[in-house]
């Protein structure tokens, strides 16, 4: 299955996925600082997830992943352009998730 995508900071849309199927790659497009919430350890480490900082536009773009979700959960990120400094409060609200469910991977959390 081709992997989901994000384009940071321009592409803020919800992903749904689902558990241990799905992998999801995440594309800088310009210069942003990224952050995120995953109370729920959907991508715990190793390997975790796209390191919480700022990221410099490259050309070609720079594109990290692909990241496999291990837990059933939601993810809430945010991206700002610095020196705005990048949060994930009240994100909820303007779909900025990535939404995990379903699938079937050894020792994950139901």
Same mark, same amino acid.
């Given at each position: ?42 991508? $715990? %480490?190793? !390997? ?5 900082? *700022?990221?410099?536009?490259? =050309?070609?773009?720079? @594109?990290? +992943? ?15 352009? $610095? %020196?705005? !400094? ?5 994100? *909820?609200?303007?779909?900025? =998730?990535?939404?995990? @469910?379903? +699938? ?7």
């Amino acid at each position: 299955m081709p992997a989901k995508h994000l384009n940071i900071p321009n592409d803020l849309s919800s992903v749904n996925m689902t558990k241990g199927t799905d992998t999801l790659e995440i594309t800088v497009t310009a210069t942003c600082t990224w952050c995120y919430s995953d109370p729920n350890g959907v991508f $715990p %480490p190793p !390997p975790g997830f796209l390191a919480a900082g *700022t990221y410099n536009v490259t =050309t070609p773009h720079t @594109t990290y +992943g692909p990241y496999t979700p291990q837990n059933d959960g939601v993810v809430e990120f945010g991206v700002s352009i $610095p %020196p705005v !400094p990048c949060s994930t409060t009240g994100i *909820t609200a303007t779909g900025h =998730t990535i939404t995990v @469910t379903g +699938g079937n991977m050894p020792h994950s959390k139901k």
